[in-house]
C-alpha cells in the first residue's frame, strides 16, 4: 500500500465548476501538506501550503487537511480552462531533518470551454 | 533570479551510455533533490543532499549517482543507461526543512533510453 494515495483521473469538468481533489494517506506523522500544479511538459510548481489540521483559502482555492480521517483536499471554485493541469499533493514529517517529500500519483484535470 | 534550471532539456541515450544531468539553483538553499516522474506513479526521489559534500539515497537509488560539489550545483549521473531509465527527470531545492520551507523544481529533462 502507497502512503499516499491520489486518483489520477482523468477529471473533466466545465468552466465554472466547483473541483474537488482529494488525497488519502497512511502515516500519522505527516504534519505538512502541499498542493502542486503541474502544467504538462513543466516542472511542479506549489499552488498551496498547509500545516497541520484546518483550512487554508488563497482566491479561489481551498485546502483542508483532517488529520483524524488521514484526508486531504484541494477545492477550485469557478474552474477556469486555465486551471487544467496535474494537481500533486505532497506531505512530510514534522520532525524530518531532509525536507523529503512524499507525493500522490497526481490528478490530471481538464477544465472544459 | 533564474530559480532552478536544469540541463539538458531533452536527451536520446542508447542502452549502455552514460550521461550526466545538471542541476543548479541561485536560491542558495541548502537541500537538493533529484526525483524521476513515472506515468501512473508520481514522483519518486532519486537521491538528495542536504548540504554540500553530502549525498543520500532516496526511494530509487539504483542506476543512478550524484555528487554535489557546490552547494549550488547537483549532477545526476547515469554510468550504463538502461531503457526502464527512460523518464521525466526533476531537480529540486529548497531551504533547510522547517515550516513554510518547501521544494522549488526545474523545468524537468526528459531522458529517452533506446
Known amino acids: 500500500q502507497k502512503e499516499v494515495e491520489q486518483d489520477p483521473g482523468p477529471l473533466s469538468v466545465p468552466e465554472g465548476a466547483i473541483v474537488s481533489l482529494n488525497c488519502t494517506y497512511s502515516n500519522s506523522a505527516f504534519q505538512y501538506f502541499m498542493w502542486y500544479r503541474q502544467y504538462s511538459r513543466k516542472g511542479p510548481e506549489l499552488l498551496m501550503y498547509t500545516y497541520s489540521s484546518g483550512n487554508k483559502e488563497d482566491g479561489r482555492f481551498t485546502a483542508q487537511v483532517d488529520k483524524s480521517s488521514k484526508y486531504i483536499s484541494l477545492f477550485i471554485r469557478d474552474s477556469q480552462p486555465s486551471d487544467s493541469a496535474t494537481y500533486l499533493c505532497a506531505m512530510r514529517g514534522g520532525s524530518s531533518n531532509t525536507g523529503k517529500l512524499i507525493f500522490g500519483q497526481g490528478t490530471t484535470l481538464q477544465v472544459k470551454p | 533570479n533564474a530559480g532552478v534550471t536544469q540541463t539538458p532539456k531533452f536527451r536520446v541515450l542508447k542502452t549502455g551510455q552514460s550521461m550526466t544531468l545538471l542541476c543548479a539553483q541561485d536560491m542558495n538553499h541548502e537541500y537538493m533533490y533529484w526525483y524521476r516522474q513515472d506515468p501512473g506513479m508520481g514522483l519518486r526521489l532519486i537521491h538528495y543532499?542536504?548540504?554540500?559534500?553530502?549525498?543520500a539515497k532516496g526511494e530509487v537509488p539504483d542506476g543512478y549517482n550524484v555528487s554535489r560539489l557546490k552547494k549550488q550545483n547537483f549532477l545526476l549521473g547515469l554510468e550504463s543507461a538502461a531503457p526502464s531509465q527512460t523518464s521525466v527527470y526533476f531537480c529540486?531545492?529548497?531551504?533547510?526543512?522547517?515550516?513554510?520551507?518547501?521544494?522549488?523544481f526545474g523545468p524537468g529533462t526528459r531522458l529517452l533510453v533506446l
Open positions: 529540486a531545492s529548497s531551504y533547510v526543512a522547517g515550516v513554510g520551507k518547501t521544494q522549488y
Open positions: 543532499s542536504v548540504g554540500e559534500g553530502t549525498t
